[in-house]
């Protein structure tokens, strides 16, 4: 729905909340069913990288051996192993954002009702490579040159700059896949940025009543015992099943667990569902002339 100067600010976000609600069928499920997969997925590949990288580390030979030979090998193993580890995390970096082309694309196809092809998935894959790749990088310069003291400030501030452009993005070029949606979407995310202020707040604020009742009804308890359940059954045996709780002293593949199941609880994807129609709506609107 576009905004008119005839309409008023709260008048204009009421219609377009309504048209969100309009927008939800049955294919919500479907959706919520796809979003609990990429973050299950994405979860088994982060560990399995995890639990990889560690069995070449301790495959490296440390012994107390300071001959000429034993330190030259143990260089190399140690830039052979670092050379791993790049090449390794960029790979699973790709096929992270290659299964979130394939699963994200048909949300976001089934959430503006776009027609689902190849050439469609095709064009997102390509697109989510260039944009995603370049916020991998935003956060790795962040990393690299920001001071730790200042970093974590950084990284937050990009974080959200990329969670709301890339909504607006993904609304926008599923309807028309092509550079043109991309820069109208960073167009209307910088120059209309006080109209989308409202609605992020509501989602926000969703956000934090949902995680609220999660915890209250023991929700997230029971999406991350599942996801840890899921993790055993492929043979990712990382931790007791009973050890389900934050803690300083946890493994990086429990922790890993732990994350992939809040995101991936039920009620969770549900608002998240609910917000994408929203966003789509907001974003449409307004790219209309």
């Not at 599923?174 to 120059?191: F, R, W």
Request: glycine share 4%; charged share 10%.
């Amino acid at each position: 729905m576009q905004k008119t100067k005839k309409q008023g600010f709260l008048t204009w976000n009421y219609e377009i909340l309504k048209t969100s609600f309009k927008n939800i069928n049955q294919d919500i499920l479907f959706i919520i069913i796809l979003d609990f997969l990429f973050y299950i997925a994405s979860g088994y590949l982060v560990i399995l990288w995890i639990t990889r990288i560690t069995e070449k580390i301790n495959s490296i030979n440390l012994q107390p051996d300071f001959s000429p030979a034993a330190i030259q090998q143990l260089s190399k193993d140690t830039q052979m192993f670092y050379y791993v580890v790049v090449f390794s995390f960029v790979m699973l970096l790709v096929a992270i954002i290659f299964l979130a082309s394939i699963l994200k694309g048909i949300i976001w196809a089934k959430t503006i009702k776009a027609k689902i092809s190849l050439k469609l998935l095709s064009k997102f894959l390509g697109l989510n490579l260039v944009w995603l790749g370049f916020w991998f990088a935003v956060f790795f310069l962040i990393s690299w040159i920001v001071e730790i003291d200042f970093a974590l400030q950084f990284m937050a501030a990009a974080a959200l700059a990329a969670f709301y452009l890339t909504n607006i993005l993904y609304s926008l070029f599923m309807s028309d896949p092509g550079i043109k949606s991309v820069k109208q979407s960073i167009k209307i995310g910088i120059a209309k940025i006080h109209l989308f202020l409202l609605p992020y707040a509501l989602i926000f604020l969703g956000l934090y009543l949902v995680m609220f009742l999660s915890s209250l009804t023991r929700l997230d308890n029971f999406s991350v015992s599942l996801a840890h359940n899921i993790y055993k059954a492929l043979g990712l045996n990382f931790a007791p099943s009973a050890d389900l709780a934050w803690g300083s002293g946890q493994s990086p593949e429990l922790t890993i667990a732990l994350l992939a199941g809040l995101l991936a609880n039920p009620l969770l994807l549900m608002f998240v569902a609910f917000a994408r129609y929203y966003v789509s709506a907001l974003a449409s609107g307004l790219s209309k002339p």
